[in-house]
């Protein structure tokens, strides 16, 4: 009876789902056959959008034209990101006013990097279909990435070319978590039921036996209905573009007409691209004349070492290039090599030597011998000086005694008279034996200090060995020699420098000296710095002007100025080349905007200007004079509004608002 009820319990049960499932699996179909096939853009009435960007490539492979074309503008994770490449090249003196020519059989791969230039994918190849070289690739992360296009001509040429792009992350498909939570309540609900309707059984083994195949079924219920519903409903929503077709029109430059770009950044969107602005203001920009000028080390910061005579070269140990070391220490020593008549004067005088040597000790084997009859005379003396003491004891106590006798009267007053001068001469005897030991131990130390001077005996014995110090504190520049080397006295062993403080030599035409004259105040930089500037003539600046040559150069008809530069890091090298801006625009206030917001491309000029909210211009601008960090400004821009300096990379790839 149990088990019948069980069953139309079950039977119930399971048309109850199957008819919610289906009708759910209805809705899902129904909204299937609405979309399926169609972009997802077109629900909302939204065309996808093209990117398309286009560089001008000069190098001396030749001078080419790179216009692509990106599908989607705006990729997400997990989509297809079609790109379209063309690929001309410009030829001087044909082809209608230099007109591009379309390259058709180059070989064209594509690298796509981090923002930071690690690698993602590297060397997608593109496939070259009706003018276009055309390669796929679908982005598995969101971020700012580069796709880097690497072309070889078929004459063997290369160059290559990068774009930016941004990837966002796809939006989430509630449809497709609500149909999980949907599928999760109704199984559960199942297995649920059925152990409800067993509720009255009363043996646990029956009853789990029962709810077995009933939990099988719900699993493989609930694993076909997930399934069902990431074929209809992906977890994150997708767009169905399709293959776009490609036009090859050159990308707009709005920069070329005058126009302003709008574009729209949301404020997210800012603080994932790391935007940061700068107001344009008015300050004196140091500008002027541009000179090259040399490093050089200052003279009394560079020396040599040489040995003062030829010889055997001995280094220190640890010496290398880059080592520091101080004015005055030690790096090593000569050993002189003798000739033959050297080497007679050297034996000569090695025998003299011996001799002295050996009249020395004779002499101390002498004063040993004394030091030791010394030794035994004070020891005598020392035994005599105890014995007057043990008299001098006796005397005292027959003293004594005689005084008692004589207070009772058992004996006459001579004998006290005697007991005294007793005592009188053992005192006597005691003083003279103790100033004997006296006497005797100060001529024992002055025998054992003759003798230490003769056992070490200074006599001038020749010296074949010869000391190299540094005459400056610096770092070892160069060494021309080893240990072991036999060296001349003129040879150079090594060279020093100190680089604390250098000397920047520029080189001023004589027509710019007047200008020079007036200013002390300069700046420069060289390409080993990167974007580092050093200052002069100000109060916070990093050096001064020294002098200005005397004399004119007959060939090149330039005067040299000196400038002292402190260089504490020492990297500034002897013998680099820098470039100096001699400030000649005196004390002149300009509007000025910092470097870093400058872009050039295909060649013009502008900066991105935030109008606040989420919405920046892409606006052309007129320059002036450069200085060390800013431009002066002729036109395009008003004092106060503010430019953006940092995450410009990001705004040139944003499209622009329609």
Known sequence: MKFALFRIEFVRLTTATAIIFASLLGVVLGNGEDDHGQPASAATGTAVATARAERNIESEAGNFVLRVERYPADPRTGELVQMAVRVLERVEGGFGANEPVALEDAALTVTVTAADGSSVAERIPATFERSFYRADYTFSDKGNFKTVYNVTTKDGRSFSADFPVSVASAPTNWTFWIGVLILSLLSFGIVGGVYYSFRNEDEQQRKMRRLAPVTALALLFFVFGVFALSFFFPPTETRAMGNFAPTGEPAANPAATGEQTVLTVSKESQLLFGI????????????????????????????????????????????????????????????????????????????????????????????????????????????????????????????????????????????????????????????????????????????????????????????????????????????????????????????????????????????????????????????????????????????????????????????????????????????????????????????????????????????FVFDGGETFRKRPVALGPEGADYFEVTSGLEEGERVVTEGIYQLRSTQPTA
């Open 276 to 607: 940061k602005t700068e107001p344009v203001s008015t300050r004196r920009i140091t500008s002027g004349l541009n000179v090259t000028g040399t490093v050089r080390a200052r003279p009394d910061a560079r020396a040599v070492v040489v040995p003062p005579v030829a010889g055997r070269l001995i280094l220190r140990d640890g010496l290398a290039l880059g080592s520091a070391v101080g004015r005055g220490e030690q790096i090593g020593y000569v050993e002189q090599v003798l000739d033959v008549s050297g080497q007679v004067g050297l034996e000569q005088q090695r025998l003299e030597v011996l001799a002295q040597q050996r009249d020395v000790e004779a002499r101390r084997l002498e004063l040993r011998n004394t030091a030791l009859q010394l030794r035994g005379q004070q020891a005598e003396q020392r035994a005599n000086a105890s014995q007057a003491r043990t008299q001098l004891a006796q005397a005292q106590r027959e003293l004594r005694r005689s005084a008692n006798l004589v207070e009772v009267g058992a004996v006459p007053v001579k004998r006290l008279e005697e007991a005294r001068t007793a005592v009188s001469v053992a005192e006597q005897s005691v003083s003279s034996a103790e100033q004997q030991v006296r006497l005797l131990e100060n001529q024992i130390k002055q025998t054992e200090s003759g003798q230490a001077i003769f056992q070490n005996p200074t006599v001038n014995q020749p010296s074949r060995t010869f000391p190299l110090t540094s005459p400056v504190t610096g770092i070892v520049n160069t060494i021309t020699a080893t240990s072991g080397q036999v060296v001349e006295g003129s040879t150079q062993i090594l060279s020093l420098v100190n680089l604390s403080s250098v000397l920047i030599e520029a080189q001023v035409f004589e027509r710019d000296l007047p200008a020079v004259r007036e200013s002390t105040r300069a700046s420069f930089t060289s390409a080993a710095l990167g974007d580092e500037v050093y200052t002069v003539g100000t109060p916070d600046g990093d050096g001064r002007l020294v002098s200005i040559g005397q004399s004119v150069n007959e060939q090149t008809r330039t005067v040299p100025v000196i400038y002292e530069i402190n260089n504490p890091a020492s990297r500034l090298k002897d013998g680099m080349f820098v470039e100096i801006t001699i400030d000649t625009s005196g004390e002149r206030q300009v509007l000025a905007v910092p470097k870093s917001a400058v872009v050039n491309e295909q060649g013009q000029t502008f900066v």
